[in-house]
C-alpha cells in the first residue's frame, strides 16, 4: 500500500512525486514508456542529447521555479534564436527588427511600424481567430511568409478557423533582439534534462512499461491517492468522445559533418515544406563534435494510441473536456495534472508551477 500511485513521469508527475516524497509519503510511479521524462526526456548519441520528443528549450519568468529546477540542475546560457526558412529566404524570429529589415529593407522601428500600420488596416474590430489576430499584430506580408504556412502545417487547420491566443505566444517586438522568449531565465539543463527528472524521481519506485489504463484492476488497491498524467479522455475510455490533439512524426538523420544548419532550430515557415521544424540537437549544448544529428520534425493527424502532443483548444475541444472535466471532479482520491490530463498548451515552467501550487495545497493541510 502506498499513499501516492503516480501515472506518468513526466515534469508534472516527477516534480509532484519529489514533493510527496519529501512529506514523507510514499510513492510508486508507473510509467507505459520504457523510460522516465515524458516528452522532455532525451536521447544520447556519440556524446549528442537528442530531443526525442520535440525540442524543450527551458524559459520561465517565475524566480521560484528557476530556483526549484536549479536545485537538481545547472542550466546553460542557450538562448533561444531560431530562423525561419521561408522557401530559401531566411528570417529573424521572433518577428523584429532584423525580420522587418530583411523582410522590406527598413532601419528604423518607425519605418517598419509604418508599413505594420498600413498592412494592419485590413483587420477592423476584435481579431477573430488566429489569422485576424496574425496580421493585427505583424501585417500581411510576414502573416503570409512567416504565419499562415508554418500554423496550418503545425494545426493541420486554417487559420480563419484558430483561436487566436496561439499566435500571443510569440513576442513582436521593434527592437533588434533575437531572442525568442521574453523570460527572464532561460536554458538547457547541463547533463541534460534526464539528470532533472532522474534528480526529482530520485529514491522513488518507478516501474517501466505499465499501462495504467489497461492495467487499472491490478493497481485499484496499491494506493490510497493517484495522481493522474495521462489524456483524461483515456483515463474514462473515450466515453463521450476522444478529444482531439496533433501529434509529431520525427525524422533524424546522422551527418558527417560538424555544424549542418548552423541554429538549433530552423522554422519551415512555407506551405511546400512538408516539415514545420528542424533542429540540429547539438546547438542546444554548444557540442564540438565532428558528427551532427539533425530531425526533421512533421505534423501529424492524430488518433487515439498515437503519441499526443498538442491539444487542439478550439470550441468544440474545450466543450469536451469541460465535460471531461466534470467527471474529473467527481472522480473520488484522483488528481488530474499535467498538459494531457488538463488538455492545456502548457510549457514547462508553467507544469511545474502548477505541480508545484496542487502539491502544496495538499501538504499545507
Ligand atoms: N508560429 C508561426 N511561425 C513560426 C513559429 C511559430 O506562425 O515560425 C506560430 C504558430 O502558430 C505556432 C505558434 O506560433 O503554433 C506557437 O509557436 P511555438 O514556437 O511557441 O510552438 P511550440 O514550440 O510550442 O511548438
Known sequence: MHDYLIVGSGLFASVFAHEAKKQGKSVLVLERRNHIGGNVYCEEKEGIRIHKYGAHIFHTDYKDVWDYVNQFVDFNNYVNSPIANYNGELYNLPFNMNTFSKMWGVATPAEAAAIIDEQRKVITGKPKNLEEQAISLVG??????????????????????????????????YT???????????????GGYNKLVNALLDGIEVRLGVDYNLQRKEYQEIAETVVYTGAIDAYFDYC?????????????????????????????????????RSIEHKHFDFGKQSVTYVTKEYPADWKPGDEAYYPVNDDKNQKLYARYAELAKKEKNVIFGGRLAEYKYYDMDDVIKRALDVSRDIFRR
Open 140 to 173: 500581411t506580408d510576414i502573416y503570409t511568409k512567416l504565419i499562415k504556412g508554418y500554423t496550418e502545417k503545425q494545426w493541420g487547420r486554417s487559420c480563419v478557423d484558430l483561436p487566436a491566443f496561439i499566435i500571443q505566444r510569440l513576442p513582436v517586438r
Open 240 to 276: 463521450l468522445g476522444p478529444l482531439e490533439y496533433r501529434s509529431l512524426r520525427f525524422e533524424t538523420e546522422r551527418m558527417e559533418e560538424e555544424n549542418h544548419q548552423g541554429v538549433a532550430v530552423m522554422n519551415y515557415t512555407d506551405w511546400e515544406t512538408p516539415y514545420t
Open 176 to 190: 533588434f533582439d533575437n531572442n525568442y522568449f521574453n523570460d527572464r531565465y532561460q536554458g538547457i539543463p547541463i
